[in-house]
């Protein structure tokens, strides 16, 4: 019999013990932002159904929401072809639902190159200040 964990050895993590993790929301295909993952953050997600990352910068687990209350639900977890990048489709829950970045968008990916410049083409919908106490 194999162990329910045997599908993370699947995942091709990299030298850091980390996968790189693309959040979708599953409503409208928008990609809501990117992180990482290691070991236990990925098994978390699927036990909990609910988005678990892992901090670089802090080095530890980050459930998506704990400050800001911009959780994401996990309906589907995909695995690329390679087997070195994580899909989650996600439903962006929270006080503001559909607030995925800690600049108050709906989505991380706001800017957009426009004649050599980056420029935000997507609104704040609620001052980050406000959010981060």
Known sequence: MTSSIDWLDAVQWDAN????????EASSGD???FAWMNREALQKTAELGRAVYFSRSR???WFKGEES??????HDIR??????VVLLKITQLGHEPGI???TGRHSCFYQS???DQWQAVDPVLKDPESIYK
């Open 17 to 24: 013990g980390l996968v790189p993790v693309i959040a979708q």
């Open 31 to 33: 990609v809501m932002m």
């Open 59 to 61: 080095s530890k687990l």
């Open 69 to 74: 209350g911009h959780v994401q639900t996990v």
């Open 79 to 84: 695995l690329d072809c390679d087997n070195d």
């Open 100 to 102: 995925a970045c800690h």
């Open 113 to 115: 190159l426009q004649n």
